[in-house]
């Protein structure tokens, strides 16, 4: 009657396992509502889970180190252990033994009994019903599979027609879905406009053992969700990538003097830090490349804020968090927010909401080596920078030969939504940018 099972809530948009990092709880801990249990590694970022009810913990039904699927039980509490304390009044009320004790007054007794006949046992039995916790938890379970704010009628009809609701935009007030949004979602993907996301279909392998021993290793989560997006982006996306290189003499030689300036400030300054400001500032005169298309409704969603997505290499995979608005930050705290996001990332205590809501990712291999290549642009977004090593080369320069260190630029852009045209002015303004590194703010 008490036993309350608590089941892995939904993770996040179109996240449906994830892998259990640490366990929070002990068996016999008194657990409140929110308080975390588990720790979790989703897709890229680690999340923690909080316990949908109040009581002890009775049984942990997961192991560190294994996966959880959302919906599934991961513990189960004894609510009537957490209100213990408050059940000795009801004891206090146990008198009544010793009163019925003296079995010799059952006369009076007997009138006791009849004015509470069976209406007044009713009664009580109809009050603890609304009282016991499991009640609030149905509604729970059944949402936990989907965070999207739609109608029990609406998800039925989504089920009905094959539309993964999650994946549906909302017309509605907070974003809430439709059945008209399921329809014309629907539509789209009928009309090639959209894919419903999921798990890349691969094709079948070989029996690798033919030809010698082999080993079998798991995909962690960063890759799994690595792996997804970008199959997704690359079939979605029709995508044009321009190469060109810009001459970072001046840039480096700022560098290098103000170097000292986000040391102090317990940063590297970094050629990335640069190219942030840059590209915050190239969104402004370019707002086309500051949006979201969305062919289900025929719009482009042009956003009025700058934030800059930034990979990171780690261990486990490519992480890309997201520094906010860059547009109104100088170089210097740019380098240290670049900083901070990378050693979070690196230590895997990234959250969902560390890496959303970018506008424009650039990712700089140049660290590692090598020069143009072709990134794929993060859905929803419409452009990515790469950045390549820069490499000392001869220019000529009022008619002599110079060295000058270049820097290998490659822009990919939706062709949806941005021509030939615009992404060739959209990469020269970044090059010139770059090359008047006068016009860059340090500290202001």
């Not at 965070?147 to 909302?170: C, H, L, M, N, Y």
């Not at 261990?315 to 380098?335: F, H, K, S, T, W």
Request: with cysteine.
């Amino acid at each position: 009657m008490a036993a309350i099972e608590v089941k892995l809530p939904s993770l996040g948009e179109n996240v449906d396992t994830g892998d259990v990092v640490r366990v929070l709880v002990k068996v016999g801990d008194a657990v409140k509502k929110d308080q975390p249990l588990l720790e979790m590694e989703t897709g890229k970022a680690t999340v923690e889970v909080p316990s949908t009810a109040e009581g002890v913990v009775t049984q942990i039904l997961v192991k560190e180190g294994a996966k959880a699927r959302v919906g599934q039980p991961i513990a189960m509490l004894d609510s009537a252990a957490a209100a213990a304390p408050a059940q000795p009044a009801a004891p206090a009320a146990a008198p009544q033994p010793t009163s019925a004790p003296p079995p010799a007054p059952q006369p009076p007794p007997p009138p006791a009994a009849s004015p509470a006949p069976a209406p007044v046992a009713s009664e009580p039995q109809p009050r603890p019903r609304p009282a016991p916790p499991p009640l609030p938890q149905i509604p729970f379970a059944a949402n936990s599979g989907s965070a999207a704010p739609a109608a029990p009628s609406t998800r039925k009809f989504a089920r009905e027609i094959g539309v993964d609701i999650t994946a549906v935009p909302g017309s509605g007030p907070g974003g809430r879905i439709s059945v008209d949004d399921v329809k014309n979602y629907a539509r789209a993907i009928n009309a090639g406009m959209v894919r419903q996301p999921g798990k890349p279909v691969s094709a079948p392998l070989p029996d690798f053992t033919r030809w010698g021993e082999v080993e079998h290793q798991p995909l962690n989560n960063v890759r799994v969700a690595t792996a997804e997006q970008m199959a997704f982006c690359w079939s979605t996306i029709p995508h044009v990538t321009l190469h060109d290189k810009a001459d970072v003499t001046e840039l480096e030689k700022l560098r290098q003097d103000s170097k000292s300036k986000a040391e102090s400030a317990g940063a590297k300054l970094t050629m990335t830090a640069f190219l942030v400001k840059i590209a915050a500032s190239a969104l402004k005169v370019h707002p086309k490349f500051n949006s979201s298309i969305d062919l289900a409704r025929g719009e482009q969603i042009v956003k009025k804020f700058y934030n800059i997505g930034v990979a990171v290499d780690t261990e486990r995979g490519l992480m890309v968090p997201v520094l906010r608005d860059a547009d109104r930050r100088n170089v210097i705290q740019i380098a240290v927010e670049l900083q901070r996001a990378a050693d979070r990332a690196k230590a895997r205590k990234l959250s969902p909401d560390d890496m959303a809501g970018g506008c424009f990712t650039i990712t700089n291999i140049g660290g590692i080596g090598g020069g143009f290549f072709t990134p794929i642009v993060n859905h929803p977004e419409v452009a990515i920078l790469g950045v390549g090593r820069a490499a000392y080369e001869p220019v000529l320069v009022n008619g002599f030969f110079q060295p000058r260190l270049l820097l290998p630029l490659s822009l990919s852009f939706d062709h949806r939504i941005i021509d030939g045209a615009d992404g060739a002015r959209f990469l020269r303004w970044i090059i010139e940018a770059i090359q008047n590194p006068v016009l860059l703010s340090l500290e202001g």
